[in-house]
């Protein structure tokens, strides 16, 4: 601060955001404390409900891999020549994706806008 200089404090101090939920009533509060404080897992009630549900065995991969296709949505090679994946999640070969972009800057499969920062310094 300079000297003979005089700063003002905000008229309102900087509040955080109010909290998503919050306990209102004496019946809440000792509900919430009772679950806290119990010994079970906060997590056991779905635990539970699920152990009635036939489980997945653990060596069935959620997608076949013979359903993954890592061809080009551009030029169309299969596989990709070094595979990238746009935010949208559509993959292409790396040249083919920076050049859709430089021209058009969209997803070239669904169109979603896409940026994309050239360093032009080098």
Known sequence: MWSGESVEPPEE???FPQPFHTISTAAATEKAASTVNSTQSPLSHVLQSNSSTTPRPESTPLVDSGDLSWHCRSCL?????DPTATMCGHIFCHGCIIKELATHMHCPACKKVMLLRLDVNS
């Open 13 to 15: 101090p900087y509040m």
């Open 77 to 81: 090679k299969n596989p990709c020549e």
